[in-house]
């Protein structure tokens, strides 16, 4: 089975950092485009940043400049850095495959909180 495990989140400040990280396991993550994505309770999921498997990269506007997604691939990991967090970023993050966003299967996400 594909596993991917989101991991690193936690209760900053306005203007912190979070490093957070997907795990997968059960599938070649190399070779697809990987997506983080949010979630506030009342909210419709939205994609944060993306990469591909050529390592070409996007973000959403809301996004751009402050956060950074990567991959490691001899880890089979993606990163999202995070900094200049606000209170607006606060919601469960999650990454994916585009084939798992269309079956819509997802992994438990991480809670990231930004509150003074």
């Known amino acids: 089975q594909v596993h991917l495990v989101e991991s690193g989140g936690g209760l900053v400040q306005p203007g912190g950092s979070l490093r957070l990280s997907c795990a997968a396991s059960g599938i070649i993550f190399s070779i697809y485009t990987v997506g983080w994505y949010r979630q506030v309770p009342g909210k419709q999921r939205e994609l944060v940043a993306q990469i591909t498997s050529g390592g070409s990269t996007n973000c959403a506007d809301s996004v751009k400049g402050r956060f950074t997604i990567s991959r490691d691939n001899a880890k089979n990991t993606v990163f999202l850095q995070m900094n200049g967090l606000q209170p607006e970023d606060t919601a469960v993050y999650y990454c994916?495959?585009?084939?798992?966003?269309?079956?819509?299967?997802w992994g438990q996400g991480t809670q990231v909180t930004v509150s003074s």
């Open positions: 994916n495959t585009q084939r798992r966003v269309l079956i819509d299967q």
